[in-house]
């Protein structure tokens, strides 16, 4: 009785098993099979990818019980010769055989026999290393181009019985990419990519180029970044007149620096502004100008909004000495200039105050005192008169600002 014999591919890696009728590649990555002219036989192509840990392929055959004593010949495909005529090895009376060390791409069939009769069986072994590239093409400011290469290995098998070779189809695909993430436009489309987005920082860019067997390579490189970007805080953005606003610097690779506060002062070439005061109501466009060391330039700006200034005034106090509300005192902050005139009912002046800029800032507001003699008014209904003028140059007078005052005690 004829025996079934069963030929083994084996390739020391620890991935799945593929068999196909009576061949097995234990390790292979991918199998495909032969599509001859000539016949309708379906060999299997076993692909083995080059990547670390990879060294050769070995090839086993046995008989499908795998304790039946054989005989083993091992043929190689001749290119020149168009057939299996290269013999590798020879083994008789064994289990099984094994060839050890393929590390290039070919045709292999093995006659197994014994006293029964004999089999032959034909394979194809493809070592597939995919090729990529990946390196710096030029930058700029504002832009970084990558240029890459994706190739993958082209591997002809023969029909055996006219000789013809066949290409085995292998199509390729790309994919860039970066740590830290960063702009790659169309990132599996161009092989050779640019982005008008550079990163802001060090980045390592890294080309993966796969093959229709699943077989990859990798390369990479690091860049270091030269883009500049500006940016800029305000500790406030809106207020009144006058407006004390604290800018913060938060540009990336800035070496030069000017500060436009757009109200007509002068500009600050400081890293950090000292606190900058807008007097007049309005809109401002506060632009930050930056360059770097290699010449980059970009810039940000922020709007501040200033109000105009209000004339708060209070409509009672408590001159009790208890620290609490024992003045009675105009909110100064956005005026310049300050006229106070306050009256008893019956039309008697028992306090007044007119100053600007240095007076004006120490002026602590009426302690309930007539006029500053130490004498205290008594509780009761107090009328006031007050003009005054605003750091924008808003003049504060009328009716509206004479008011009634109530003094307790």
């Known amino acids: 009785m004829r025996k079934t014999l069963v030929l083994f591919f084996v390739v020391f ?7 196909y009728a009576q061949i097995t590649a234990p390790q292979a990555n991918a199998i495909r099979f032969s599509n001859y002219s000539s016949s309708t036989d379906k060999d299997p192509i076993f692909v083995f990818c080059v990547s670390p840990g990879f060294v050769s392929a070995t ?29 590798v090895k020879s083994e008789s009376s064994v289990v099984s055989s094994r060839l050890d060390n393929i590390s290039e791409s070919g045709g292999y069939r093995v006659k197994v026999s014994n006293g029964s009769g004999s089999s032959l069986f034909t394979c194809w072994v493809f070592i597939d290393e995919p090729v990529s590239s990946a390196q710096l093409m030029s930058y700029g400011c504002d832009y970084v181009a990558l240029d890459g ?65 699943t077989c990859s390579s990798e390369s990479s490189f690091y860049y ?18 006058p407006l004390e606003v604290n800018f913060s610097n938060e540009s990336i ?24 005061t807008f007097y007049r109501p309005g809109k401002y466009t506060v632009k930050l100008e930056i360059e770097s060391e290699q010449l980059c330039e970009d810039a940000d700006s922020i709007t501040i909004t200033v109000k ?25 902050q956005s005026l310049r200039y300050l006229n106070v005139q306050i009256f008893t009912n019956t ?29 205290k008014a008594g509780p009761g209904v107090y009328y006031y008169i007050i003009n005054a003028i605003g750091w924008d140059d808003e003049r504060y007078e009328g009716n ?10």
């Open 347 to 375: 039309g008697a002046k028992v306090y007044g105050f007119a100053g600007d800029t240095e007076s004006l800032r120490n002026w602590e507001g009426w302690d309930g005192n007539i006029n500053n003699t130490g004498r």
């Open 149 to 213: 290469t994706a190739a993958v290995s082209t591997f002809y098998y023969y029909d055996p019985l006219t000789g013809s070779p066949i290409k085995l189809p292998n199509a390729v695909r790309h994919l860039w990419s970066s740590t830290p993430v960063s702009s790659i436009p169309y990132p599996d489309l161009r092989i050779d990519p640019y982005t008008y987005d550079p990163p802001l920082s060090d980045v390592t860019y890294k080309l993966v180029v796969t093959d229709s067997m």
């Open 13 to 19: 890696l620890v991935i799945p098993i593929f068999t």
């Open 253 to 276: 690779r800035g070496y030069n620096y000017v500060w436009d506060f757009g109200d007509d002062s002068e500009t600050s070439l400081l890293e950090t502004p000292e606190t900058h």
């Open 59 to 87: 090839i086993m055959a046995q008989d499908s019980a795998g304790s039946l004593i054989n005989d083993f010949n091992w043929y190689k495909w001749d290119d020149v010769a168009k057939d299996f005529s290269i013999p």
């Open 400 to 409: 509206e600002y004479r008011g009634v005052l109530y003094l307790y005690r």
């Open 224 to 241: 270091e970044s030269i883009h500049v970007k500006a940016g800029l805080k305000a500790d406030v953005e809106e207020g009144e007149a």
């Open 308 to 332: 105009p200034s209000l004339l708060n005034i209070p409509n009672a106090f408590t001159p009790n000495d208890d620290g609490y509300n024992d003045r009675f005192l105009v909110d100064k």
